[in-house]
T-cell receptor, first 112, second 112 residues
């Protein structure tokens, strides 16, 4: 069955450092993979989408990599700030099946 | 442009009752998806509607149903409520093409 694993439920990072979150998937052949941010009690907010033929994508302090051989995506936040504290969710999506399923998320806390 | 609107935001029901939740997507978006979020299970996909037709369905019992109207507004219904149905129910819309989902703030259902 399809499975999405995100590293550790919680991750604590010192302010100013780079936070790296991992998303591993099995039994997917994703055409693309998305990352979302969710704050407590709110709906998720889209951050980045990376396609299968893209190795890396950047947006301001965010960087996403996508390795279809390893079946893994890495999500980096550089120069992290306390405002980056949130839960981050990944969602790989197979081509032709737009049902979007999410990993359980990683709760990131940036410590001042 | 107005975002995704969900009503009601909070509601309390008792076991055995039924509930209807409403979602108004972003104007022009034809796809509406519903998710259930609980602390233990994360974001679980319920179903997706596109142009009034159910396009995808998750693994939920038949007590969970939905529909979409010609103006793309959607409702979901849960009948014979159980304690385990207590959750945050999130609606998300998109144009219909693969890509970014726009989430509402959710409807928090408590079943007593």
């Amino acid at each position: 069955s399809q499975k999405i694993e995100q590293n550790s439920e919680a991750l604590n990072i010192q302010e100013g450092k780079t936070a790296t979150l991992t998303c591993n998937y099995t039994n997917y052949s994703p055409a693309y993979l998305q990352w979302y941010r969710q704050d407590p009690g709110r709906g998720p907010v889209f951050l980045l989408l990376i396609r299968e033929n893209e190795k890396e994508k950047r947006k301001e302090r965010l960087k996403v990599t996508f390795d279809t051989t390893l079946k893994q995506s890495l999500f980096h936040i550089t120069a992290s700030q306390p405002a980056d504290s949130a839960t981050y969710l990944c969602a790989p999506t197979n081509f032709g099946n737009e049902k979007l399923t999410f990993g359980t998320g990683t709760r990131l806390t940036i410590i001042p | 442009k107005a975002g995704v609107t969900q009503t009601p935001r909070y509601l309390i029901k008792t076991r055995g009752q039924q509930v209807t939740l409403s979602c108004s997507p972003i104007s022009g978006h034809r796809s509406v998806s519903w998710y259930q979020q609980t602390p233990g299970q994360g974001l679980q996909f319920l179903f997706e509607y596109f142009s009034e037709t159910q396009r995808n369905k998750g693994n939920f019992p038949g007590r969970f149903s939905g529909r979409q109207f010609s103006n793309s507004r959607s409702e979901m219904n849960v009948s014979t409520l159980e304690l385990g149905d207590s959750a945050l129910y999130l609606c998300a819309s998109r144009t219909g093409e693969p890509g970014e989902l726009f989430f509402g703030e959710g409807s928090r259902l408590t079943v007593l």
